[in-house]
C-alpha cells in the first residue's frame, strides 16, 4: 500500500509568495492531520480534519493558514503570504480510526526567504 | 512545564547497549505513542499503548498509567537505531486523536 504521499518534498519561496502543500491520504484512512515542525518548538498540530471536515483549527497559527480537504483523497495547506518565519517541515499524517496509529508522509521541507 | 516531557534530550551509546529513553506526561491520556523520526526527516509510528508493554523485535515500550509515565527500551543497539525518539500522548476523552508531543530524545549510537 501506497503511505501518505506529500508533495512537494522541498519548497524554496520568497517572502510575500503563496505557497501551496499538498497532500494524499492512506485510501481509507478516515482522519487527517497537518502538522509543524520546528527546531524551537518541536511537533505541533495545525489542523485535523475528520471525514473531510475539519473538527479542530486551533492551532493554525495565523489567518495567512488556511487548509482544505475536497475529498476523502487529498488536501491542502496554504499559507498566503507567506514569511520567514513559517520556515519549517510540514508533515501531514492519516489514521483509520481516531484511535489508530497516524502514518505520516515524508514531509514538506519549506524554506521562505 | 510543558505535558509530556522526555528524557534524556540526548543519548550517547555504544553499539550492543542497552537504552532507555522515558517519558513523563501530566494529563490523563487514553494512549501514547512512540514515533521514530530519522535524520532523513520521514516520521513512522513504533507503538501505540494504553497499559502494560509492547514488543516489537528488540524495542520493548511499556507504560504505566498510575505514574503516567511511558519508557522505550532498545536491546542490543545498533547504529541504524540512531534517529530521535518521539513521545506522544493523545488526551483522555478527546473527541479526536489529537497527539500532544514530547521534545524528542536525539539518540546515537556508536559502532
Known amino acids: 500500500d501506497a503511505g501518505v504521499i506529500q508533495s512537494p518534498r522541498h519548497e524554496v519561496t520568497e517572502m510575500g509568495q503563496e505557497v501551496t502543500l499538498r497532500c494524499k491520504p492512506i485510501?481509507?484512512?478516515?482522519?487527517l492531520f497537518w502538522y509543524r515542525q520546528t527546531m524551537m518548538r518541536g511537533l505541533e498540530l495545525l489542523i485535523y480534519f475528520n471525514n473531510n471536515v475539519p473538527i479542530d483549527d486551533s492551532g493554525m497559527p495565523e489567518d495567512r493558514f488556511s487548509a482544505k480537504m475536497p475529498n476523502a483523497s487529498f488536501s491542502t495547506l496554504k499559507i498566503q503570504p507567506s514569511e520567514p518565519r513559517d520556515s519549517a517541515v510540514y508533515f501531514c499524517?492519516?489514521?483509520?480510526?481516531?484511535?489508530?496509529?497516524?502514518?505520516f508522509g515524508d514531509g514538506t521541507r519549506l524554506s521562505i526567504l | 512545564k510543558n505535558e509530556v516531557e522526555q528524557s534524556p534530550q540526548n543519548l550517547t551509546a555504544q553499539e550492543g547497549e542497552f537504552i532507555t529513553i522515558n517519558c513523563s506526561y501530566s494529563?490523563?491520556?487514553?494512549?501514547l505513542h512512540w514515533l521514530q523520526q530519522h535524520p532523513g526527516g520521514g516520521i513512522v509510528s513504533l507503538f501505540m499503548l494504553s497499559s502494560g508493554k509492547k514488543k516489537h523485535g528488540r524495542l520493548i515500550a511499556t507504560i504505566n498509567i498510575q505514574e503516567k509515565h511511558s519508557s522505550l527500551h532498545i536491546t542490543a543497539s545498533h547504529p541504524r537505531d540512531s534517529a530521535v525518539y518521539i513521545c506522544?500522548?493523545?488526551?483522555?476523552?478527546?473527541?479526536?486523536?489529537?497527539?500532544?508531543f514530547g521534545q524528542g530524545t536525539i539518540l546515537t549510537v556508536h559502532p
Open positions: 494529563v490523563g491520556i487514553s494512549a
Open positions: 506522544a500522548v493523545l488526551a483522555g476523552g478527546t473527541s479526536y486523536g489529537k497527539l500532544t
Open positions: 499524517a492519516s489514521s483509520q480510526e481516531r484511535h489508530q496509529p497516524q502514518h
Open positions: 485510501s481509507g484512512h478516515n482522519s
